[in-house]
Nanobody
Framework: VQFVESGGALVQPGGSLSVSCAAS????????MSWFRQGPGKERELVAT????????AYADSVKGRFTISRDNLKNTVYLQMNSLKPDDTAVYYC????????WGQGTQVTVSS
């Protein structure tokens, strides 16, 4: 099982960014996928989830209305579009299946700062 997250960057408050996660080693198209994040000095938290069909999604209250999760089952990739970014969104972002595999990717750093 492998997850490769990419797309993180430094963005200004109010800006937008899209991050991606390429997955391999399991049947992606049958799997529920989620994005997680871990901010400095914080526990890892669940951000967004998408069912295998790509139509049903769920979000943490802190990102609802600002973030959008999507997936491409042909590319085994899950995406997170982040809009109206806030400094509190600063974190390393990870993806994993639900339930999570023990192994995690390296994550991608998103920093929101002026």
């Amino acid at each position: 099982v492998q997850f490769v997250e990419s797309g993180g960057a430094l963005v200004q408050p109010g800006g937008s960014l899209s991050v991606s996660c390429a997955a391999s080693g399991f049947t992606f198209s049958d799997s529920i996928m989620s994005w997680f994040r871990q901010g400095p000095g914080k526990e890892r938290e669940l951000v967004a989830t998408i069912l295998s069909d790509g139509r049903t999604t769920a979000y943490a209250d802190s990102v609802k209305g600002r973030f959008t999760i999507s997936r491409d089952n042909l590319k085994n990739t899950v995406y997170l579009q982040m809009n109206s970014l806030k400094p509190d969104d600063t974190a390393v972002y990870y993806c994993n299946r639900r339930p999570s595999f023990p192994s995690w990717g390296q994550g991608t750093q998103v920093t929101v700062s002026s």
